[in-house]
């Protein structure tokens, strides 16, 4: 059993990796839209692997009998 003081920790890391994700997108589809395909494809991966940081966190919460919470 996960501790609250670690679930809600973890918790926070969970939104953090999330915004970073969101980020990496939005700036992402700037760089396509603006003819930037490199620097798309290189933000596209990134925003995957921040959120790949996000799944495994939320697993690791739920699969030791926390709550994960994911933000909006």
Do not use: C, T
Not at 21 to 43: D, H, I, K, P
Not at 47 to 66: A, T
């Amino acid at each position: 059993m996960i501790s609250k003081k670690i679930e809600k920790l973890l918790n926070q890391q969970i939104a953090m990796e999330s915004d970073s994700s969101q980020f990496y997108l939005a700036m992402a589809s700037w760089a396509e839209r603006s003819g930037y395909n490199g620097v798309s494809a290189f933000l596209y991966r990134h925003s995957d692997e921040e959120r790949q940081h996000m799944l495994k966190l939320i697993k690791f919460v739920n699969e030791r009998g926390g709550v994960s919470q994911l933000p909006p």
